[in-house]
């Protein structure tokens, strides 16, 4: 069983649509959760990270993290045509178990 | 800072073929971590080094994969004898804490195996 769980596979929202990606992990040794984006070409970057239950903000992208469920979200507002690329959760332990661990991906279009 | 640098960035080789590649890590950073990218599998870990000592190597094909770093300025990773089954692009990440921190990516390298 993948312990990462991403939906949905694709999404495809207009210019300055939100979007909203979801998360859910199966091993509650997870503590540490991050959203990485990867354009075609390139490497997957770090957007944003969440340890914490709650909101986080940074710009247009809100991360919401809860560890009872295990459930991650991302939401981006106002999306813009830069922002269509793969979208990864990807959880670890941290300490000594530091690798993470990806989910599938979401696969976001953004249509102007 | 140039980020993660990979090298190189596109290679092809005969099935039974060895094949190097390397990455150097952000100035700095204490760990260096490999992963794999295919289509069906998605995105897997390989291996790890805190401070150039091996860590964890439990995503590591065991017998034809190995990696090091001989210094903290690179590692690599070599494939023996090579399979069309490792064809993937390989990703190198570095991180300035290796218990938990943010893991920056290089651009990886698409190994293709005929």
């Not at chain 2, 001989?70 to 494939?79: A, C, D, E, M, V």
Request: some cysteine; charged content about 15%; hydrophobic content about 30%.
């Amino acid at each position: 069983q993948q312990k990462v769980q991403q939906s949905p596979e694709s999404l495809s929202v207009p210019e300055g649509g939100m979007a909203s990606l979801n998360c859910t992990s199966s091993d509650r040794n997870f503590q540490y959760f991050w959203w990485y984006r990867q354009h075609s070409g390139e490497g997957p970057k770090a957007l944003m990270s969440i340890f914490s239950d709650g909101d986080k903000k940074e710009g247009r992208f809100t991360a919401h993290l809860n560890k009872a469920s295990l459930h991650v979200s991302l939401h981006i507002r106002d999306s813009q045509p830069s922002d269509s690329a793969l979208y990864f959760c990807a959880a670890s332990s941290g300490g000594s178990n530091a690798k993470l661990t990806f989910g599938k991906g979401t696969k976001l279009s953004v249509k102007s | 800072n140039a980020g993660v640098i990979q090298t190189p960035r596109h290679k092809v080789t005969g099935k039974g073929q060895e094949a190097t590649l390397w990455c150097e890590p952000i100035s700095g950073h204490s760990a260096v971590f490999w992963y794999r990218q295919t289509i069906v599998q998605g995105l897997e870990f390989l291996t790890y080094f805190r401070n150039q000592a091996p860590i964890d190597d439990s995503g590591m094909p065991k017998e034809r994969f190995s990696a090091q770093m001989p210094n903290q300025s690179h590692s690599t990773l070599k494939i023996q004898s090579t399979q069309p089954q490792d064809s993937a692009v390989y990703l190198c990440a570095s991180s300035p804490d290796w218990g938990g921190g943010t893991q920056y990516f290089g651009p990886g390298t698409r190994l293709l195996v005929l």
